[in-house]
């Protein structure tokens, strides 16, 4: 699943901690999400480290699984 341009509705890349529109040129901050449950994770940071976070019960993220989406979706 990939997240929508709400500007254009073409597909958004990740890049430096945004997401980025090649369409239209559009930018939005990125939310890391849980891919279970879709709610934000908190971001812990520590020695350089970034890990994720779910309080909904689902624990420690993987960089790898999270989602990142616009705020609000």
Do not use: T, W
């Not at 890049?15 to 980025?20: R, T």
């Not at 559009?26 to 891919?35: G, L, S, V």
């Not at 689902?58 to 790898?64: K, P």
């Amino acid at each position: 699943m990939s997240v929508m341009c709400e500007k254009c509705q073409h597909p958004l890349s990740l890049s430096d901690g945004e997401l980025n529109c090649s369409a239209c040129g559009a930018h939005y901050p990125a939310q890391p999400c849980c891919p279970a449950c879709r709610q934000p994770l908190e971001v812990l940071k520590a020695c350089g480290a970034v890990d994720y976070f779910c309080r909904n019960g689902h624990g420690l993220i993987s960089r790898r699984r999270v989602l990142f989406q616009p705020p609000g979706h």
